[in-house]
């Protein structure tokens, strides 16, 4: 493994690595699985935000907001948001098929939001 949370596969002939998987470095801070889906779950971390698959037991999609921490998660029963709290009192909205932003709710709260 690495301290990034990765776990390689090392070829000593031809010193290739291969990434065999992916997992949060530091504390997972929430999980949520989304209404009606058994193949899917998101986590969030220090630094991050991931979505996974069960079956295949990978990471599907990474999220990262720079120099900040997700404290917690949730994703709309539609399916078509993950709505996630920040240390720097802001909620995002992400979509969850290319993780790009939807929206963002300034001033959500006075510090960290820990909740959603």
Same mark, same amino acid.
Not at 19 to 35: E, M, N
Not at 40 to 66: G, Y
Not at 82 to 89: E, K, R, T
């Given at each position: 493994?690495?301290?990034?949370?990765?776990?390689?596969?090392?070829? /000593?002939?031809?010193?290739?690595?291969?990434?065999?998987?992916?997992?949060?470095?530091?504390?997972?801070?929430? %999980?949520?699985?989304?209404?009606?889906? $058994? &193949?899917?779950?998101?986590?969030?971390?220090?630094?991050?935000?991931?979505? +996974? =698959?069960?079956?295949?037991?990978? &990471? /599907?999609?990474? !999220?990262?907001?720079? =120099?900040?921490?997700? =404290?917690?998660?949730? %994703?709309?029963?539609?399916?078509?948001?993950? %709505? $996630?709290? +920040?240390?720097?009192?802001?909620?995002?909205?992400?979509?969850? &098929?290319?993780?790009? /932003?939807?929206?963002? !709710?300034?001033?959500?709260?006075? &510090?960290?939001?820990?909740?959603?």
């Amino acid at each position: 493994g690495t301290g990034q949370g990765n776990t390689y596969r090392l070829e /000593l002939g031809s010193m290739k690595a291969t990434l065999l998987g992916t997992a949060h470095y530091s504390g997972i801070t929430d %999980v949520c699985f989304p209404s009606g889906c $058994s &193949e899917l779950f998101v986590t969030c971390s220090k630094n991050d935000i991931r979505v +996974w =698959n069960t079956v295949a037991r990978s &990471e /599907l999609l990474r !999220i990262q907001v720079p =120099n900040l921490v997700c =404290n917690c998660i949730a %994703v709309l029963p539609n399916g078509k948001s993950i %709505v $996630s709290g +920040w240390d720097d009192g802001k909620i995002r909205a992400f979509f969850p &098929e290319s993780g790009k /932003l939807q929206y963002v !709710i300034t001033d959500a709260h006075a &510090e960290a939001v820990t909740a959603v």
